[in-house]
């Protein structure tokens, strides 16, 4: 059977190509879908509100009444529009966001992996940045003043951010010496360091690069309610409007993975090769006994009848499949994917949790993070990992590599910080009064 198996995928690695994009289409569908119903309910709880709960028990179904809602609006366009281009610039959004999850690596076996580039993390830059197209034509197209702003506010701001996010990106190419989405994990599994604990600095860069790219509080300005009504989707309606929304979290969801898989370790336990936190290998199975306890302390509190018992199901098909999972043959082939989908959620809580908490920067201050800070720090980065890896020599030891790295980190902010953040009174002076 398992001889069958491979020779199929050996006569058939097209179809085979075919089926693994075809589940991460829609694995990646839903997570989107819900991740929009996550964040209402993440804000929610966070100003003291319940959130969505009108839809099924919960709140559940309200993905699903959202986008059959904005499939059955009517879709306008402005007579003054470019029409063929109004149409498709949403798609370039979309198509651009789900491309890039081709080279993404979700484990070691090559079930998990749909392809692997020795250039993958370039390809992943390349048709990545292609995402900004969709955005600007679609302001442009629009005939219209606020999109029009919106769009280009969303072009300078990429430009300002992909600078230091590709600087950072280099800094872990240094330390991993590949460009291959895959290799890079495996280097930091055989280095027993993620590379979080080497690039500091440049997870911070990388990080904050992000979120302006996605335009997530705190750098929404191309869409700044308060300014531009919705900024560069102000005239979308219905099914294309949603598009502009299914990208925009769609790209949250890849840089998400994208910075996992660059500094987090990727599908990798944490400190996998310390025996003594082998206990972490079952929290799968209890992560989902968890979740059934949740949903079950839920269903007791529901007084609606069909939606308890809904939740009580829901609450033991997790703790049926949690004793599923704890049979040995299975936590151990559901271990990459569980430690990889964790990482990925946790930075995700992270995008709403930023939204919630931080205001947005005025667009002077959104340059001016981007140019006298990011760039600067981003560049002495590089520049100092160049030297470290230089001065440590081709097999350094882990902690000497780790204390190294963590000095020439610390450097680098120290330094930049006081070259970039001294202002002399006459200038202090001037920016006091102007406000800048």
């Not at 029409?83 to 979700?106: D, G, N, Q, R």
């Not at 529901?302 to 043959?329: C, D, H, Q, R, T």
Request: charged share 10%.
């Amino acid at each position: 059977m398992f001889n069958d198996a491979v020779q199929f995928v050996e006569n058939y690695p097209l179809l085979v190509a075919a089926i693994k994009i075809v589940i991460v289409f829609l694995v990646l569908s839903g997570v989107v879908a819900y991740m929009v119903l996550a964040e209402r309910k993440v804000l929610a709880f966070m100003q003291a509100r319940l959130g969505p709960m009108r839809v099924g028990p919960w709140g559940l179904f309200q993905p699903a009444a959202d986008g059959l809602k904005l499939l059955l609006k009517e879709d306008i366009i402005p007579a003054g529009a470019d029409k063929f281009v109004f149409l498709i610039a949403p798609v370039i959004s979309v198509v651009a966001a789900f491309t890039v999850f081709a080279v993404i690596p979700y484990g070691p076996s090559s079930a998990l992996i749909i392809t692997d580039l020795n250039v993958g993390l370039l390809f992943v830059v390349a048709v990545s940045s292609l995402g900004i197209y969709g955005i600007i034509l679609g302001g442009w197209a629009s005939n219209s003043h606020y999109p029009l702003l919106g769009s280009l506010r969303s072009a300078a701001q990429l430009v300002s951010y992909e600078i230091p996010a590709g600087m950072a990106i280099v800094g872990v190419l240094l330390v991993s010496n590949s460009l291959s989405l895959v290799k890079i994990v495996e280097a930091q599994q055989s280095s027993g360091l993620w590379n979080f604990f080497l690039q500091p600095l440049g997870f911070l860069i990388f990080l904050i690069a992000a979120v302006a790219e996605t335009n997530r509080n705190p750098f929404d300005l191309p869409e700044a309610e308060s300014e531009l009504t919705a900024g560069f989707h102000t005239e979308y309606s219905g099914f294309r409007f949603a598009l502009y929304f299914m990208a925009e979290y769609t790209s949250m969801v890849l840089v998400s993975a994208l910075a996992v898989v660059l500094f987090w370790g990727g599908w990798l336990r944490p400190f996998a090769s310390v025996a003594a936190l082998d206990f972490l290998n079952y929290l799968p199975p209890v992560s989902l006994l968890m979740i059934a306890g949740v949903v079950f302390f839920f269903a007791r509190r529901n007084p609606v009848p069909a939606e308890k018992w809904f939740l009580v199901a829901v609450a033991a098909g997790s703790a049926v499949l949690a004793g599923v999972v704890a049979v040995p043959v299975v936590i151990t082939a559901v271990q990459p994917i569980f430690w990889f989908t964790a990482k990925v959620f946790a930075l995700l809580y992270a995008f709403i949790w930023y939204r919630a908490t931080f205001p947005r920067y005025r667009y002077d201050q959104l340059m001016n993070v981007g140019w006298r800070w990011l760039i600067p720090l981003a560049l002495g980065n590089l520049i100092a990992t160049a030297c470290v890896l230089w001065w440590a020599g081709p097999n350094p030891g882990r902690l000497k590599l780790f204390f190294a790295m963590l000095a020439a980190n610390l450097a680098v902010a120290i330094v930049v910080a006081l070259l970039v953040g001294w202002r002399s009174p006459t200038a202090a002076a001037v920016e006091k009064q102007t406000g800048s």
